[in-house]
């Protein structure tokens, strides 16, 4: 049985080019002129050979894995790409994926391509490039059709592509890089590697020098193989036996000097700081103070129905035509609700529970991880550890952040006496796109609320009872309101299990967030209310969920907005000593376990970082996935206090701070070559020289393969998944900023600056 193998993103081209065989080609007789092709059939799919074509009749039902049509042993060579092409013919339209992989088990998959069949025939093209020297098999999941269906192949060829000039400059370009370093600072007492990239066959030499240029050491690398994330060679210098705490270090690779870097140097104390500060002036609702900020920072409080708002204070529900496409016309809404308040999403003024929820909720873990593993010494813990005007007022800063999301989480819950009572509503935001630049208190566009959703309402009640037990200390009435309200919200969502936010709406002025699994959030939800309240409904809810010991991390991202099973996961492992024994260690184990694993992915990655995506394609927010995978390592530590888990997360930050194929720190302010550009309307210092750039400690989205925008599809076209990136203030796919990513950047930074 082959494993199931999830299809990626459309990557087949339907051209018109001609895919006549020949000699050249790896596959015999692809026109089937001969009888001598190599091709096979399983699962309830018959071959036939008919007029110089290939017919499979594939019988109906099944997964995609069901019903096989493939041809084995092909040879390829990592690095070099390929380009397969043949003619489909079949009497419907039918899609279904074409996976490069290896012959044998473990299967593992080189390409994930998709087909796409319509009444006659189509010419299909597609391109990959190989990453292993085992024998590999084309594979063609052809299961799963409701009814039989035949295709018919023709013209099948698979041919070594040659590079273009393009991208042959740009091979040559990432070649000429100097090493790869984390540009801020390794810790004395861990692991200090870089990357880099040649096409060298052999280990090369390099030195260290100190900042006056004086060598202090030198070492070989160690060859790391072709990595197709940013289509090179790689190597790796391993120069953790220097123990000598200093600035202005360089590592030196024949004529290349790398871009300075310190040893020892407290780098994690500030970013926790500056990443946290960083929310305040994502503040809707509230001026934001240059005494605090900084004066480039200063402005007045955005969306309070001061004209040109038309406000968050009395906020309506989306209706007319807009309403009536996405919901139907059995939704209504004739209340107005005041949801000032919360953090703008990302660089535009939305508000989305979803988004908003997971945010909070790795605020208010990094202050419960320094409760309890910070030896009661955990900055965290401090009421002036962050730039914001709560300093001193007898709560820790980063509850005083959280607050400022809850209290807006729960103004979006529909009130009593309405259809929907206790739900939350999805989002709200403008009803059309604003220009760069707008800052928020400019910004004249309508507001509307978005119809409940059973995801936000889970969110809700998920961070809401984590929000509780932790404000119990500080003010009891409002950990009250908060446990309240989660009650609320998870009797709502039990009553509206399918109360879906649509996939895509198509609407201008905001994103969807669009969810039809709400397992995860049940889960999680379950999760903080059973930690909080030792409720035996809420235990059961747990152990009653697909995610109670089944998997919830996944190395593409342990988690993100959409699917959250891994923070309820986390949370039980770290928090749940309400747990009978049998049932914490269990929960316990899967996080020790999951983390072993993601440290041994991190030991094959010549990179250093955690996080290797199906088919190597990166994922929008690629930089906050890996910053998750490294909560879940984080973790490992806390639970056994292992030293490699540790330095697992030590060494993946490498990533975010420089060591990648754009040798860019992706922090703004921290390292010698940093993002600076965001997408943003108000930090627009690109299109508006009046107007500052992000402030220190703002986190770029990262590398995505998915060219989305209009800078990326213009200037990124043919890019390798690591150098998808391109820090330009209109590269929204790419470069945008947002209160999810920054999130865990705190918390990793507030793991490393208390774990030392």
Known sequence: MLPKLQASLVLALFVGLSAQAGAADMIADGAFEKGQDGFWAAGGVALSREGGKLCADVEAGGTPWDRLLGINDLLFDPGKSYHLTMVLEATGVHTFPVMIQRNAEPWTPQATLTAVTKAGKVEFSADFTATETDPAQIIFQLGGAQKPWRVCLDDVAMREKKPDSAEVAAQKAMYALPALVNQTSYFLDGPKRATILSDAHGALPFKLEDANGVEIGEGMTVPAGFDPTVGADTQIADFSALATAGEGYRLVVGEKKSLPFSVGHDVYGKLRIDALSWFYPQRSGI?????????????????????????????????????????????????????????????????????????????????????????????????????????????????????????????????????????AHHKVHDTKWTEIPMLPHLDPQLRALHRPSTAATLNLAAVAAQGARLFAPYDKEFAQRLLAAGQKAWLAAAAHPALFAPTSDGLQGGGDYGDDDISDETYWAAAELYITTGEARYLTALKSSQHWAGPVFSAAGAFDWRSVAGLGRLDLALYGDNLAADDKAMVMASVVSAARNFLSLQAKEPFGHIYRPANNRYDWGSNQLILQNLVVVSAGYDLTGELPFLNGVRGGMDYIFGRNGMNTSYVTGYGSVFAKNQHSRWYAHQVDSTLPNPPAGTLAGGPNSTLVDDVARARLKGCAPQTCYIDDIMAWGTNEMTINWNAPLVYIASFLADAR
């Open 287 to 423: 001026e934001i103070k240059g005494d605090i900020t900084g004066e480039a920072y200063a402005r007045p409080p955005g969306h309070v129905q001061e004209s040109p708002n038309q406000g968050d204070t009395n906020v309506t529900c989306l209706t007319g035509k807009a309403a009536t496409k996405l919901y139907g016309k059995d939704w209504t809404c004739d209340y107005t609700l005041d949801v000032s308040g919360g953090w703008y999403d990302a660089g535009d003024q939305g508000k989305y529970v979803v988004n908003g929820g997971i945010a909070v909720a790795q605020l208010l873990g990094t202050f419960e991880r320094g409760l309890v593993y910070g030896d009661g010494a955990s900055p965290v813990l401090s009421d002036s550890l962050s730039r914001i005007p709560e300093n001193g007022n007898g709560i820790p800063d980063i509850l005083d952040e959280a607050r400022w999301e809850l209290e807006f989480l729960m103004k979006m819950m529909v009130p009593d006496g309405q259809p929907l009572a206790g739900m």
